[in-house]
């Protein structure tokens, strides 16, 4: 049987180790284990922000432009639907004119003979 080792007083002991150095406080010991997290976070929720702005913008450009569109088509069709009565008012009104005179001319003719 192998005795047991013997007891060196040179190492010291794990109690000892602990003992002679002064334990960091419970925040300090904290903040020193999340320092390199929060960096890494810090950048991965800047970039998530920066893309969900993107998508947003992009979301909203796009509802604008719907809506913007709605609105100029709503606007022109009132304009094209002012213009179709003014121009029918005077073609009808060019007609009447034109029907009048060859009366007119056709009346004037048969009067002569």
Do not use: Y
């Amino acid at each position: 049987m192998n005795p047991t080792p013997s007891f060196d007083a040179t190492i010291p002991v794990l109690t000892e180790v602990f003992q002679d150095e002064p334990a960091p406080a419970a925040d300090e010991a904290h903040a020193e284990a999340q320092a390199p997290l929060e960096h890494a976070g810090d950048d991965a929720v800047a970039d998530l922000g920066q893309r969900l702005s993107e998508r947003i913008l992009a979301q909203l450009e796009e509802r604008v432009g719907d809506v913007l569109g709605q609105q100029l088509r709503a606007s022109m069709e009132g304009a094209i639907q002012a213009a179709i009565v003014d121009a029918t008012a005077e073609i009808r009104g060019s007609l009447r004119q034109m029907v009048a005179d060859a009366v007119g001319e056709g009346l004037a003719q048969a009067l002569k003979k």
